[in-house]
């Protein structure tokens, strides 16, 4: 079963690269900036406000996580070469999900500031919800049910972020 999940997570990740891709990003930007001073702006938010960001985001999945008991975390695999404190801590074919939050709410920030992996979350694996969690300020959504936008909406701008549809649907 957990490789079947495993390669379902795979599968959805490789959608996200496709160039028909349709989903949802969360973000500190209301809109796409198409400025030339768009990677001076990103780099001033990177050193002030990653923090906070990452803050944000790990509220958001720990409100999720109780709206869906059963998703399923997992860690993506660490380069080789990497010598990442976590590498050793967490195999890719291991769910997370039994973590203390505490414990969930650190390798989350760890994620999201070093980029060594992503957090992969499955909220439903029938409607194939995920939630990929990279470095920085990469947090994509795939396959959101409709009858789910409004929480999801409600979740992430209680934190003062926005819920952006990203893609070609």
């Given at each position: 079963m957990q490789n079947k999940i495993l390669e379902l997570i795979d599968s959805i990740t490789n959608?996200?690269?496709k160039d028909d891709y349709s989903g949802y990003?969360?973000?500190?930007?209301?809109?796409?900036?198409e400025s030339s001073y768009y990677f001076e702006i990103e780099e001033y938010?990177?050193?002030?406000?990653l923090k906070e960001f990452a803050d944000k985001i790990v509220r958001i999945v720990?409100?999720?996580?109780?709206?869906?008991?059963s998703a399923q975390i997992y860690l993506s695999e660490f380069p080789a070469a990497s010598d990442d404190p976590l590498?050793?801590?967490?195999l890719k074919?291991?769910?997370?999900?039994?973590?203390?939050?505490?414990?969930?709410?650190?390798?989350?920030?760890?994620?999201?500031f070093t980029g060594i992996s992503s957090v992969e979350i499955l909220l439903d694996v029938d409607?194939?919800?995920?939630?990929?969690?990279?470095?920085?300020?990469?947090?994509?959504?795939?396959?959101?049910p409709e009858d789910k936008l409004n929480l999801f909406k409600q979740l992430?701008?209680?934190?003062?972020?926005?819920?952006?549809?990203?893609?070609?649907k």
């Open positions: 959608d996200m690269l990003i969360i973000d500190f930007l209301p809109q796409v900036m938010f990177l050193r002030t406000y720990i409100k999720l996580l109780g709206y869906y008991p590498k050793d801590v967490y074919e291991e769910n997370i999900r039994g973590r203390s939050i505490e414990e969930l709410a650190e390798i989350i920030t760890h994620i999201i409607e194939k919800t995920l939630i990929s969690i990279g470095g920085e300020f990469s947090v994509d959504i795939s396959n959101l992430v701008e209680q934190e003062n972020l926005f819920l952006r549809r990203v893609g070609s």
